[in-house]
């Protein structure tokens, strides 16, 4: 059983533990928190031993009345792995701590990717983190257009990706992102850094990316268009990509015309907080004109990036290959619909 740490205990860090808590071949050590709220009373709900993030912040728990385990360094030390899902930039602050007690450790998207040994998806180049020390999984974003763009190069090869991002505003919970009411060039000058970023996965591939940012919290939207060497027929696309574990085809006759419907779809099927992990392709916008492929893909920002997480410990560890490592990942958090 690998033992596994979760430092950071917010959107990404609670789903990671979940879906550890899940895997056959893992056992979750901890997860450390900065303060007591709704979430640290969840994760000891939950029978998860917490940990104080920051030392002298103890207190605060106990006045909460939260049982702690003990510091985060205590909980560093007894892991095989951390999987560090602080915001942005904190990863790399507690990086020093990690090398200290020599814990491998994954970050997540928000930080450099000179942090780390490597960059992260488990479609696109699992077999690089094998034995890596510090390695990055990659953004929500960068996850669904490397699991998207990967079958596509190695089938037709790729000529050039363009894509448009319409992304969310903030995530549900994320009062301090609003209230807004605009829609954003975002950023307003090109590449958006997600073009680059697919290029950490894949460093040959042609892509330029353009941000917006409108005012959603549900999903995001890609709008794709990739240019093929080789030219498919539209049947033939939508054939290689209904083979994809984490891609799923939205049939026409399911009427999901947006984010909020695949919401209320996952909801329906039970997706534990609605989750949804697969990239979710509208079938019918699949369309190739000339050796231009076109579609729409919507991205679940909070939870895409969650089987891979679990997939880039194995790697790291090197418990598992590419494929066995998937398979184990999406049968036991349940991914496909
Ligand atoms: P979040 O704010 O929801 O959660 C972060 C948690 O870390 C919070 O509970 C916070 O209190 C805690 N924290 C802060 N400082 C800490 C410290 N020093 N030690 C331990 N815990 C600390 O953030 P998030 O959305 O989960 O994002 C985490 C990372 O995942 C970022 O790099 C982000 O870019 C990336 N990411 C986020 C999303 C998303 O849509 N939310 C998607 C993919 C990747």
Redesign the pocket.
Known sequence: MSKVAI???????KRVADAVALQPDMELVGV????PNH?AETAVAKGYPLYA??EERLPLFEEAGIEVAGT?EELVESADIVVD????G??A??KALYEAYDTPAL?????SADLVDVSFNARGNFEQAEGADHVRVV??NT?GLSRLLAPLQEEYGVKKARVTLVRRGG?P??TSRGPINDILPNPVTLPSHHGPDVNTIFPDLAIDTLGMKVPATLMHTHSVNVQLEEVPTEEEVKALLAEESRLFLIPPEYDIDGAGKLKEFAMDRDRPRADIWENCIWEESISMEDDDLYLFQAIH??SD?IPENVDAIRAVLGTADREASIETTNEAIGVGF
Do not use: H, L, M
Request: aromatic share 6%; hydrophobic share 20%.
């Open positions: 430092n950071g205990y917010g959107t990404i860090g450390a928190k900065t303060r979430e993030a920051i985060v899902c602080c915001p942005s904190i990863g602050d507690n970050y997540q998207g928000g930080e953004s929500c996850t995530d919970g994320q920002q909070e990036v």
